[in-house]
């Protein structure tokens, strides 16, 4: 499949191939092979070049936002075919934020009714000796919080929701 991608002002003809699992993607001319595994609602973890990624993927109301170990990159993703739009809607119902990995909770910087905007951090958690902030896949209202800090927690444990 082909598609036509634009994220901070750049644009690329995108060529996805997929065989048992696997996927190629042709960006120009640079090709990648990757291994695309779900992990949850939103997430998955990507093997490229060796390396495991975590990363949560979601609809917005302009195209998709991808966060990569907490950057977020808005992403405008059009059929290059049919040149029709992906992923624009409306958000339904509440926004689970999951541990992307095992770890534990070092500060939770938001409170429950707190308004959050995307791409806002919402806990810090260390995992394999390193903190990491995780933030906000969209913009909401923090309607619960279920960890405290100093909390450990296992991969796809639930942390919070946004509503």
Do not use: C, Q, W, Y
């Given at each position: 499949m082909f598609f036509d991608a634009a994220t901070g002002g750049k644009n690329a003809r995108i060529e996805v191939r997929e065989a048992q699992g696997r996927y190629q993607v042709t960006i120009g001319d640079k090709t990648l092979d990757l291994d695309w595994v779900r992990t949850g609602?939103?997430?998955?973890?990507?093997?490229?070049?060796?390396?495991?990624?975590?990363?949560?993927?979601e609809k917005t109301a302009?195209?998709?936002?991808?966060?990569?170990?907490?950057?977020?990159?808005?992403?405008?993703?059009?059929?290059?075919?049919?040149?029709?739009?992906?992923?624009?809607?409306?958000?339904?119902?509440?926004?689970?934020?999951?541990?992307?990995?095992?770890?534990?909770?070092?500060?939770?910087?938001?409170?429950?009714g707190d308004t959050v905007e995307a791409g806002r951090g919402v806990l810090v958690m260390e995992a394999m000796k390193m903190e990491n902030e995780l933030k906000a896949a969209r913009a909401g209202t923090i309607q619960e919080i279920r960890v405290k800090e100093g909390q450990a927690v296992e991969m796809g444990a639930l942390l919070l929701i946004i509503g």
């Open positions: 609602e939103h997430e998955a973890s990507v093997l490229l070049d060796g390396a495991s990624h975590d990363i949560t993927v302009e195209g998709f936002a991808v966060l990569i170990r907490g950057d977020r990159f808005d992403v405008d993703l059009k059929d290059a075919v049919k040149g029709v739009a992906l992923g624009k809607v409306a958000h339904a119902g509440p926004l689970k934020l999951n541990a992307p990995m095992p770890g534990k909770i070092v500060k939770v910087l938001v409170s429950p």
